[in-house]
């Protein structure tokens, strides 16, 4: 089945009501220069997990540089904001920073969303992934599921995927579209990190990935904190190049400011803290809007500090995080 056959069955009057309001939101909003809002979100992000088994050295959970107060986030909390988020969000993105299998409440968290209605959507290392987590995944009514894979063979897999295991991705994969056969869901997408050392290899790994049961694969660019690994890893495709080398030397960014981001006009994005961030790249949650637990997040959606965050957005005061954004 299709991405598109699966978000129709999460489709409601007033869901899609939403997103003409959404869309008109957008355009109200670039026409004046200020936040005009008519819409609930979309999309949720919730992190279910703030911890990683593996230490990959470009994520900040892998080198131990974030700090919840919850590494995880209790299904009773979970329950608490998604009674909070509007009826119309019906696209949720069950991981941010962390690793969400690491939780062992996840397919009780999957089973909540889809039960609403949801498209639910999980992204992972496949560590923990065997047949049975497989078949669990499939009967909690898991829409999507997103398997790293940044290498076509075992030596060039590890040069990123700092202690992961090669073969249990490869074998994940196959589990995943063993188990789905009679569930038609989730749809399987094996995502790459395009770098210097693997670039040659993206023709390899799609045969392999779709040979073994993945429904897409996708090439992304990967984000870079450090300078130094950014020169010696970028990839030569100008594509998958986020930086580059200006004429002093130092890695910038290639994309430019965006004069409207529509992520700040359709999806909220929660921590395992339960604090609403202003979008995905705010990894470090340095600018806090409110607390999913403690209210809900409809109305945090609208509250004037995110108000005021996209009208100084449209007014061209761009935060630290957008300077890295793709």
Known sequence: MTEFRLLLSSFSLSRVFNLFEYRLSTVLSRIFRRAVLFNQPWAATIEPSAV??????ECPVGMKEI?????ILSTENFSKILDGLSKKTFWLNLYFQGEPLLDKDIF???KLASMRGMFVSVSTNAMAIDKQTAEELCNAGLSKIILSLDGADEETYLKYRTGGDFQKV???ISFLHDAKINHKHPLIEVQMLIFSFNENQKDKLRKTALNLGADKVVFKSPQFYDAEN???????EKKYQRYKKNNSGKIQL???????CKRLWNTIVINSDGDVVVCCFDKFSKYKLGNAIDQPASRIWNNVDFIKFRNDFLKGKRKDICGNCE
């Open 52 to 57: 990683c088994q593996l230490s990959c050295p």
């Open 67 to 71: 700090s919840r107060k919850n590494n």
């Open 108 to 110: 009780a968290k999957i």
């Open 170 to 172: 490869l074998d994940a």
């Open 230 to 236: 950014a020169a010696t890893n970028l990839s030569s």
């Open 254 to 260: 290639t994309t430019k400011y965006r004069s409207f």
